[in-house]
């Protein structure tokens, strides 16, 4: 949201009638915390969350200027507007999957309870063309691996614009909404999906690049997660009893598919300190975003084959196929 906007929205009265955005905006944020909703989901608090579905209710860009949220609205966008706001708290759906669009790296994406809704601090170095750990002009393959609704592989299309991007996914589900914003995006001809088990799928192929936002989140959080996350699907967020079990088989196996001088980016969110824990003497890099966000790692390719054998180690231990 602009600042301008963000600051009339702040500053508007919640006691008027309800017949601006404004006054609107405040009511939806009242009537959230008052329900008591979990946010996440591309907004972290109850007016943040109110402000998007109110705009795009009423088809408000957030580029526009601050005065339309004074304008007076008719009966009819009154309507249309509460009826939204009252439907995110009877559902307890994010917001997202109530307008069936997501935000990421500052482009839109059609998303919908096939895919996890796009939130990743990955967004940050996706636009930062992944500076300074590699020299943008020399990528030319990326991977997105475990893609979901492709908003990760398709922001790296628009950040590298020589280069060719694969985005893989296990679920043919989420594949058929990636392809749709593949489509929506006209990037048929850059941008492949492919249904891969990880690297099952990919046989043969290397990367400069392979950066993945995998499921990480271990099975009994998921079953004490607010009632907001448990729309998304199981399959994108569970990764058996501590959280590991996929980012281990990407350790063990991304190697293979990197170039000599190719970059490793994974996003782990909290399982950060069991990762450490389980790999001490693996060098991950940590990165840190001006906008907030933590538990995303880089390893270069030489890191990978370096610690080879530990990652087979504990690819065994835990039984999974290698």
């Not at 990762?275 to 390893?299: A, I, K, R, S, T």
């Amino acid at each position: 949201m602009s600042t301008g906007l963000w600051h009339a929205v702040m500053t508007s009265s919640v006691n008027e009638p309800l017949i601006t955005p404004g006054a609107l905006i405040h009511w939806g944020a009242g009537l959230f915390e008052q329900a008591g909703l979990a946010f996440g989901h591309g907004t972290d608090n109850a007016q943040d969350e109110s402000a998007a579905l109110v705009l795009h209710a009423l088809q408000i860009g957030y580029d526009q200027p601050e005065e339309v949220l004074d304008a007076e609205l008719s009966d009819e966008e009154r309507l249309r507007v509460i009826e939204l706001l009252q439907r995110r708290v009877s559902s307890r759906k994010p917001a997202a999957y109530l307008v069936n669009e997501a935000r990421f790296a500052g482009l839109s994406f059609y998303v919908d309870e096939r895919v996890l809704v796009p939130r990743s601090p990955i967004a940050e170095l996706v636009e930062a063309g992944f500076a300074p750990w590699i020299d943008p002009q020399r990528v030319n393959k990326i991977l997105d691996l475990c893609t979901g609704s492709g908003c990760i592989g398709i922001a790296c299309a628009y950040a590298f614009p020589q280069a060719r991007v694969d985005i893989a996914d296990l679920s043919r589900d989420a594949l058929d909404v990636a392809r749709e914003n593949i489509r929506r995006h006209g990037l048929e001809g850059r941008v492949t999906p492919i249904e891969s088990n990880l690297f099952a799928g990919l046989t043969g192929r290397c990367y400069d690049i392979i950066v993945s936002n995998p499921p990480y989140v271990p099975e009994q959080e998921v079953r004490e997660l607010q009632a907001e996350f448990r729309h998304e699907p199981a399959l994108g967020l569970i990764a058996g009893t501590d959280g590991l079990d996929i980012v281990t088989r990407i350790l063990n196996d991304a190697a293979e598919y990197l170039h000599e001088d190719g970059i490793l980016v994974v996003e782990v969110g909290h399982s950060q300190e069991r990762l450490v824990e389980l790999f001490p003497d693996v060098p991950f890099l940590w990165l840190e975003f001006e906008y907030g966000g933590e538990g995303v790692f880089m390893l270069e390719s030489a890191h990978l084959r370096e610690h080879q054998e530990t990652f087979r180690c504990a690819v065994a231990d835990r039984g999974q196929v290698q």
